[in-house]
Structure formats: structure tokens, C-alpha cells
């Protein structure tokens, strides 16, 4: 067992570090009670917040503590990522483990459990897989919502999807939505927690096979979600579905998008052929993504509007994103607007030939994912049938 000694004033943390399975003895001090010596003198782990202990302090504070104790930093949102960067890099000289920015209560205890004691086991069988655009319009919310389609008729978990994206509620290919938006549920996941899993399944659009909760539509909120609250929402998901699809959107700076990073099982990047995409896609990674500890190699990438006579070429787009190819979407052009038009899934494009192509390459991806997750296949009969089904809407 080994004791801890957080120096930090949040109570809420504290409690839960108690629970990390291998922990001994959790006191929570000031930097001052820790300076005079009246604290914490049996720790073997220091965690040590931000908001109370200035960077500049770290190295006097480790040289001043026993050569056997570890260290770890946990550090707070800030606006300037050069900031960041830089006492990144003085942890790392001094040999502090850094916990990114956020993180919730529980996933700072999960990232501490792995680095220190027993990583957490996740004993919840649901799967998150998340999507990312590399930039705005390109496509994403409607191969999210195809893919959970295809997904659904196809599996026995159940599928639902979640729309993360602050800034579409994501709507546009579902014809009478009748469910509620994620802004509805603002003040049962903010401010109370009162949202009980089955409600969350109630507040959604059942479309087909799937479920469906729509995104923010309150242009106020879209920067006044708490991690805790979105944390607390994806964790309802997981209670009641198997299989959470989440469209995170294209502008990883809000905590939406970010939750739903971090708590994805697949990640997956949709780029097109557009410089843009890889332009915007570093951008992504240096100025945001790395300072949440998440790297390129944690996604695999997907190609939307493909075509194989212009434009660069997939293998090239794979080398410059540094990220493994899983599939590419061909380019529907007046399919793909005819179906934003009539609020329809591209599982249900008119143009047969153009059908055919897009269910072609989805249906590979889809299959990919079932074999990945080990997803239970429906029986035969009742996948065709529902297969059929999606022919006609």
C-alpha cells in the first residue's frame, strides 16, 4: 500500500484517490502545511495541483523531498498553450509525471492508477467509438449517423448515438426528429446530476435501429458544458447501449469534444483531400491534442468525398497525418445533397450506382468494427430483413 499526499484543496479528489485500489493513506495539505514539514512525511506518491503550487516551486519542493517519492503534476486548464508546453517540459526534466488539463475527478484517479497501482478495469461491456472532422463540412454528422445505421441493423447491442458538436445540433439528415437536444438536458447534467440513464434513453430519437440524442442548439451554451457534466452523460450512455457512436465535431476546444476523446475505446479522424485537412489536422495535434496526452496514433483515419482522379491520393494522406487508413467515402456530390435535402441517411441514397459505392465501403468499415469489438451478429434472416428495410427509407 502505498500512502498519498495531495497538495490541493479539492475535497471532491481527494475522497476518490481513496478508492484507488493500492492506495494507503490519502491527506490532503497546503503547500505551506507541506513546506514546514507538518505534512505528509510517510507518502510515497505527492500529487500536487497547479492552482495551488506555481511550477516555478516544483523543483525546490521535489529536492526538498526524500529521493524515493514520486511526483506527479496535475495541471489546470490555461489559455496559453506555449505555457503548457514549457512546464511540460520542466516536469519531464525533473522527472514529475504531468496529469493533462480536463480531466475529470475520476478519470485524474484512473490516469494515477495506471502510472502507480493497478489500472482501473473497465467492467462495463459498452464500446465508445469517436469521430473527429479534421475541419467544418465535411461531411461528418451524416457518415456518423450512416455508420450507426448500418451498425445497428447488423449487430444485437444496442447502438446510440450522441451528438458532441457545440456548434450543429446535427439534425439535417433526420426527417421529424422527436427528441430532445442536449441543451434541454443542460440543468439535469450541469447542475444537479438528477438524469437517470433511462431517462436519457427517453429523451431520444429512436431512428430506425439506433437512438439518437441531438446536440446543443442554444448558441449561449456552447462553451458552458463542465468535463464533469459531459463525463456524467457518456457514462449514463454506457449504462443503457452497447455501442456509443459520438460526433465530436471539428473544434477539439471545448469540453465536449474533449470528453468524448477521452473517453473513446476507437477514435477515428475523417479528413478529406483538401490540403486543408492535413494543414488543420497538425494544427489540431500541436496546438491542443498533445496537452491532452493524445497523439496521432491513437486514431485511424477515414477519407470523405473520395475520388481516385484528383486530389491527393490516400496513402499520401495516411504519411502526412501520420495516421492508419481505415477507409475511404467516395465523393456523392448531388446524392449527398439530395440527401441533406430530403433528411435522409446515405443508406438510403437514391442513385443506385451511387449507393452501391458508398454501402460497399461502409459496409467494410462496419464489418472492421465488428470483428474489433467482437460485436454479437444479429441472425442472418433478421439483418437481411432489416438490411432490405433501409432499400426503402
Known sequence: MMNILYIGSDEHLAKKMKQIKGAGEVTMTSFSAFRSGSAGNDAGLVVVSDREVHHLELERLKNDSRPDVSFVYLLSSRANMTVLSNVSLLCSRLGIQVVAPKRTVEQICGDLSAMFFEPYKNERRAKVITFLGTHRQIGLTGNVLSFADDLSSRVQEEVCVLQMNAFNPGIEYIKDYEGHYLDDLYTRIQETKVLTSLELRQNMHKHRHFYYLAGNSDLTKRYRYHSESIHYLIQLAKEQFGVILIDAGADPDNN???????????????????????????????????????GEDEFLLVINKYSAVTGYEAGEIQTQMR?????????????????????????????????????????????????????????VE????KAWGGMFG
Open 323 to 379: 495516421v492508419p487508413l481505415l477507409g475511404t467515402f467516395p465523393d456523392l456530390g448531388v446524392s449527398a445533397l439530395d440527401c441533406e435535402l430530403d433528411r435522409r441517411l446515405f443508406t438510403a441514397i437514391a442513385d443506385k450506382r451511387d449507393k452501391a459505392a458508398y454501402m460497399k465501403e461502409l459496409r467494410r468499415m462496419t464489418d472492421l468494427v465488428m470483428r474489433h469489438f467482437q460485436l454479437t451478429p444479429k441472425p
Open 256 to 294: 465536449m469534444c474533449i470528453q468524448s476523446l477521452l473517453h473513446a475505446d476507437m477514435k477515428i479522424v475523417m479528413a478529406t483531400q483538401q490540403p486543408k485537412s492535413v494543414f488543420l489536422w497538425n494544427r489540431f495535434l500541436e496546438d491542443i491534442l498533445k496537452f491532452l496526452h493524445i
Open 382 to 385: 433478421e439483418s437481411k430483413k
